[in-house]
T-cell receptor
Framework: AQTVTQSQPEMSVQEAETVTLSCTYD???????LFWYKQPPSRQMILVIR??????QNATENRFSVNFQKAAKSFSLKISDSQLGDAAMYFC????????????FGTGTKLQVIP | EAGVAQSPRYKIIEKRQSVAFWCNPI?????LYWYQQILGQGPKLLIQ????????DSQLPKDRFSAERLKGVDSTLKIQPAKLEDSAVYLC???????????????FGEGSRLTVL
């Protein structure tokens, strides 16, 4: 069974600075997806960024980028030029590309942005 | 495009009472998920449907929880009788199934917050 580990329960960053959230996972599969989701307080979970395992190039979405290390099973999220609106819970998730495509979430990292 | 709809948004009940949550996924999404999210924790999968069939309910407390997805569209999650530890947000999500043109993304509803007193 796949597992996803987020070892940083809480992180803080100064506004306009850069922060990196860590995620590691365990799997024996070669094809899968990795995601970072954002969940603002009392609000809907939304996708931040996605990475297909077969792609070597790291995904980038505006101020958000990932460092995907397949061999190390590591998938970190970098947020550049942090904004107050980035404050939220961030969840790393793994989706199998086989069978019924189960999705497993990590325990989350609470990000605080300091003005 | 309409998103994932959930109701009710909030529900407060006494322990041992029953409650039902409803979810309508995005049109065309074959896969539907129910997650339980306890405050401060990550979502825990309760049940996953593929069309109207269950593909994973290994973490569903079947003595008190039940779920159905009739006609492969909307779904209902029921808790009977509720316990104090069932207080959580119940998230519904949907996605495409298959590999062609599938981004793999889950689309979430706003969640249903349950408080059991």
């Amino acid at each position: 069974a796949q597992t996803v580990t987020q070892s940083q329960p809480e992180m803080s960053v100064q506004e306009a600075e850069t922060v990196t959230l860590s995620c590691t996972y365990d799997t024996s599969e070669s094809d899968y997806y990795l995601f970072w989701y954002k969940q603002p307080p009392s609000r809907q979970m939304i996708l931040v960024i996605r990475q297909e395992a077969y792609k070597q190039q790291n995904a980038t979405e505006n101020r958000f980028s990932v460092n995907f290390q397949k061999a190390a099973k590591s998938f970190s999220l970098k947020i550049s030029d942090s904004q107050l609106g980035d404050a939220a819970m961030y969840f790393c998730a793994y989706r199998s590309d086989w069978g019924y495509q189960k999705v497993t979430f990590g325990t989350g990292t609470k990000l605080q942005v300091i003005p | 495009e309409a998103g994932v709809a959930q109701s009710p948004r909030y529900k407060i009940i006494e322990k041992r009472q029953s409650v039902a949550f409803w979810c309508n996924p995005i049109s065309g999404h074959a896969t539907l998920y129910w997650y339980q999210q306890i405050l401060g924790q990550g979502p825990k999968l309760l049940i996953q449907f593929q069309n109207n069939g269950v593909v994973d309910d290994s973490q569903l407390p079947k003595d008190r929880f039940s779920a159905e997805r009739l006609k492969g569209v909307d779904s209902t999650l029921k808790i009977q009788p509720a316990k104090l530890e069932d207080s959580a947000v119940y998230l519904c999500a949907s996605s495409f199934f298959g590999r062609t043109g599938n981004t793999g993304e889950l689309f979430f509803g706003e969640g249903s917050r349950l408080t059991v007193l």
